[in-house]
């Protein structure tokens, strides 16, 4: 079956850890997402990738880092200088977008990151 | 700025009641795209409809309507006839070119709707 896994899905951390979250996806789609999802908001975009080794900043980069090494997978990095990591993981992949096209995004289970 | 406004946190109904949720919008921008995504209880996200602004006619998809109102910037979503598997939460979200020419997507804070039996 197609789709998107994300693993693991509960993760815990101590304060000070670097965690990596991985997010892998079959659908041969060019285009991942990871966004944060805190309690009573909405989704905010992290990174974003087009194209493999190539990525850019979302709204709330700070904190957190990513690669591209290949189309499937786009791990994503919670650092330590995240000063309050705890929330919902949600990574996604589309097609691909092109000016004024934006293809729907199809969504991963989420990983839930607590830190202690 | 772009923004989405679900002014609704949570609604609770009884099963087969209609319930709609609302979805008003921001944008400069003339050409612009709304989604309506589904998020159950297991997190995943699920796309519902894309609608873009030149589109106003209504949709409908079985239970599921919805109506684009430009004039009122308003996308609202409609469930006839409510059942206890729509419980979920419910996100508008707007879409957004952005630098390099690609889109990405603004959400609202989404809409807890509980249906219960």
């Known amino acids: 079956d197609g789709g998107i896994t994300q693993s693991p899905k509960y993760l815990f951390r101590k304060e000070g850890q670097n965690v990596t979250l991985s997010c892998e996806q079959n659908?041969?789609?060019?285009?991942m997402y990871w966004y944060r999802q805190d309690p009573g908001q909405g989704l905010r975009l992290i990174y974003y990738?087009?194209?493999?080794?190539?990525?850019q900043k979302g709204d709330i980069a700070e904190g957190y880092s990513v690669s591209r090494e290949k189309k499937e997978s786009f791990p994503l990095t919670v650092t330590s200088a995240q000063k309050n990591p705890t929330a919902f993981y949600l990574c996604?992949?589309?097609?691909?977008?092109?000016?004024?096209?934006?293809?729907?995004?199809?969504f991963g289970p989420g990983t839930r990151l607590t830190v202690l | 700025a772009q923004k989405v406004t679900q002014a609704q946190t949570e609604i609770s109904v009884v099963e087969k009641e209609d319930v709609t949720l609302d979805c008003v919008y921001e944008t400069r921008d003339t050409t612009y795209y709304l989604f309506w995504y589904k998020q159950p209880p297991s997190g995943e996200l699920v796309f519902l409809i894309r609608r873009n602004s030149f589109d106003e006619q209504n949709e409908i998809s079985g239970r599921y309507s919805w109506n684009f109102q430009k004039s009122t910037s308003s996308f609202n979503f409609t469930i006839t006839a409510s059942q206890v598997v729509d419980s979920a939460v419910y996100f508008c979200?707007?879409?957004?070119?952005?630098?390099?020419?690609?889109?990405?997507?603004?959400f609202g804070a989404g809409t807890r709707l509980a249906v219960h039996p």
């Open positions: 979200a707007l879409s957004e070119a952005f630098s390099g020419g690609y889109n990405k997507l603004i």
């Open positions: 990738s087009q194209i493999v080794n190539d990525f």
């Open positions: 996604a992949s589309s097609i691909g977008d092109g000016p004024g096209l934006p293809n729907e995004q199809f």
């Open positions: 659908l041969n789609h060019d285009a």
